[in-house]
């Protein structure tokens, strides 16, 4: 069973960084492209990013290329969106998926806030 | 970008009505190898996302088949053929033609 878990979230301060991590497992994660989507309190959905397999290319939404950053590892079958310099606007639930949309983790709650 | 613009935004019905939910895009989402990149996902309450429909009318596997999706171009449609009560939930159509990647505003669909 496909299984994608989320972790990392939390109450953050403006201007702060912060790691997030997604744990993959029942299939062969360093076969596939991944992405991470973003969800505000609001419902909206946004596209943040995809990953090649290898890790070798990376795609960002333009609004978020100079903050955030994909990576990954497949030793671990872990990807990771690491934040910068974060925002009140950033405050959303984030998702990572592999790409084709067909499975979805949990999500993990990012709020930002002083 | 790309805009989609998800029509009606609540969509209220009663158990076993058939609805349809539009998907207009701002540019053809017809990409140059032949591919539509226009998918359909659902999201319940408290749940993430889930893929219903890829490629404009492709059900997903265990995906019931009185969801359906049609169109071209810069016009689509998810049609629920005989609503449930496990159906209800937010309706998002989301493309991956041109970049970046853009989902629409999402349709609610509640009981009436």
């Known amino acids: 069973e496909v299984q994608l878990v989320e972790s990392g979230g939390g109450l953050v301060q403006p201007g702060a960084s912060l790691k997030l991590s997604c744990v993959a497992s029942?299939?062969?994660?360093?076969?596939?492209?991944m992405s991470w989507v973003r969800q505000t309190p609001g419902k909206t959905m946004e596209w943040i990013g995809d990953i090649k397999y290898d890790g070798s290319y990376t795609n960002y939404a333009p609004s978020l290329k100079n903050r955030f950053t994909i990576s990954r590892d497949n030793a671990k079958s872990t990807l990771y969106l690491q934040m910068s310099n974060v925002r009140s606007e950033d405050t959303a639930t984030y998702y990572c998926?592999?790409?084709?949309?067909?499975?979805w983790g949990q999500g993990t709650l990012v709020t930002v806030s002083s | 970008d790309v805009v989609l613009t998800q029509t009606p935004p609540t969509l209220s019905a009663t158990i076993g009505q058939s609805v349809s939910i539009s998907c207009r895009s701002s540019?053809?989402?017809?990409?140059?190898?032949?591919?539509?990149?226009l998918h359909w996902l659902l999201q319940r309450p408290g749940q993430s996302p889930q893929l219903l429909i890829y490629?404009?009318?492709r059900l997903e596997s265990g995906v019931p088949n009185r969801f359906s999706g049609s169109g071209s171009g810069t016009d689509f449609t998810l049609k629920i053929s005989g609503v449930e009560a496990e159906d209800l939930g937010v309706y998002y159509c989301v493309q991956g033609t041109h970049a970046p990647r853009t989902f629409g505003g999402g349709t609610k669909l509640e009981l009436k």
């Open positions: 029942g299939f062969t994660f360093s076969d596939y492209w």
């Open positions: 998926t592999r790409l084709g949309w067909a499975y």
């Open positions: 490629l404009v009318s």
């Open positions: 540019q053809s989402l017809l990409h140059s190898n032949g591919n539509t990149y």
